[in-house]
């Protein structure tokens, strides 16, 4: 059973970046049919979708974001990152990073989620 | 753009079937997924593409989809399926959640 754990800091000042990296433990981020994802939740607040990378290298990310996102992969650590660019209080939110593995052809789903992690965006 | 709609709250006793539902326009050509996520603790899926569920979920967890509507059923419902159920679908290469619908046993 595949198992990941975000990490990175927990405070970041307005219109710094954010970066947080999700390591991967029990299967290789390069092999199989999966896509590795960042999701996060504000306090008290529904889960809002981030972007996701292939092993390929092939990301999508949420329209609203995309600007100031990158998901990027480091096959070398088994690790996948997220940047978030020029942060205000509004991304302040736990960050959860998951696993989507594909099956018969299509999204199987966010089967396996890191514990999630703090950020928050402060001076 | 796309959105998915659930009822903010679902209460039901003890041994009961619970029904959470999701609204789109026309989800029922997309896959909808369900997510289990009690205070504290990271989402769980409890069902994939409408219907199936995932290994280590139990069988009162079902999930249906059409038309409009998907719907989460929990039959038999226990006071451990308390907490937040987020539905979830694919528009264009983007991941929607639903907001969420808190699932009280009482």
């Known amino acids: 059973q595949v198992q990941l754990q975000e990490s990175g800091p927990g405070l970041v000042k307005p219109s710094q970046t954010l970066s947080l990296t999700c390591t991967v433990s029990?299967?290789?981020?390069?092999?199989?049919?999966?896509?590795w994802s960042w999701i996060r939740q504000p306090a008290g607040k529904g889960l809002v979708w981030i972007g996701r990378?292939?092993?390929?290298?092939?990301?999508n990310y949420n329209p609203s974001l995309k600007s100031r996102v990158t998901i990027s992969l480091d096959t070398s650590k088994n690790q996948f990152s997220l940047n978030l660019t020029s942060v205000t209080a509004a991304d302040t939110a736990v960050y959860y990073c998951?696993?989507?593995?594909?099956?018969?052809?299509?999204?199987?789903?966010?089967?396996?989620w890191g514990q999630g992690t703090l950020v928050t965006v402060s001076s | 753009s796309y959105e998915l709609t659930q009822p903010p709250s679902v209460s039901v006793s003890p041994g009961q079937t619970a029904s959470v539902t999701c609204s789109g326009d026309?989800?029922?050509?997309?896959?909808v997924f369900w997510y289990h996520q009690k205070p504290g603790q990271s989402p769980v899926l409890v069902i994939f593409?409408?219907?199936k569920r995932p290994s280590g979920i139990p069988e009162r967890f079902s999930g249906s989809n059409s038309g409009d509507t998907a719907t989460l059923t929990i039959s038999g419902t226990q006071s451990m399926d308390e907490g937040d159920y987020y539905c979830?679908?694919?528009?264009?290469?983007?991941?929607?959640f639903g907001g969420g619908t808190k699932l009280t046993v009482l």
């Open positions: 990378i292939y092993t390929s290298g092939t990301s």
């Open positions: 998951a696993r989507e593995e594909g099956y018969g052809g299509n999204s199987g789903g966010l089967d396996s």
């Open positions: 026309k989800l029922g050509y997309k896959f």
């Open positions: 593409q409408d219907d």
């Open positions: 979830q679908a694919w528009d264009t290469s983007t991941a929607l």
């Open positions: 029990g299967g290789s981020i390069s092999s199989g049919n999966s896509y």
